[in-house]
């Protein structure tokens, strides 16, 4: 089973258009994910730093697997969605190479804790 770690920040997820520069605010923090599409430009960051403007979606934590994982291991992702999912608790994932990270709506977050802890993962930093 895996470990997770809880972020402390609350998160947003923006959605610029496809052609935006990326905005400083987006990056003034330790932790932010950005990914350009033909589409859209998509952010995650700190949604204290976050325009008011902006297209967003506020109010996300976010769960850290602890890693570094191996490019080789299967089902790191399906064995926390689908508990999660069970549970009607919607998730937002990011991957990185290193690790996985799962964004729960803050209002989910202790249920998403209860939910995973009961799928035999540990979660540390509560």
């Known amino acids: 089973m895996l ?3 809880v972020l402390p920040d ?3 997820v923006c959605r610029l258009e496809s052609s935006a520069e990326v905005p ?3 990056i003034s923090q330790p932790f932010f994910s ?3 599409t033909p589409d859209e430009l998509s952010i995650v960051c700190a949604a204290a730093s976050i325009p008011s403007a902006t297209r967003a979606e506020r109010g ?3 769960l850290k697997v602890d890693g570094p994982l191996d490019f080789t291991e299967t089902g790191v992702l399906l064995s926390l969605a689908a508990p999660l999912a069970r ?3 919607s998730i937002f994932a990011l991957s990185t ?3 996985d990270y799962l964004l729960v709506k803050s209002r989910d977050l202790r249920r998403a804790i209860a939910v995973l802890q009961a799928a035999g993962h540990t979660l540390q930093h509560l």
């Open 3 to 5: 470990t997770l770690s």
């Open 10 to 12: 609350e998160f947003g």
């Open 24 to 26: 400083g605010w987006a």
């Open 34 to 36: 950005i990914t350009r």
């Open 60 to 62: 996300w934590r976010c």
């Open 87 to 89: 549970a009607h608790i």
């Open 97 to 99: 190479y290193d690790t």
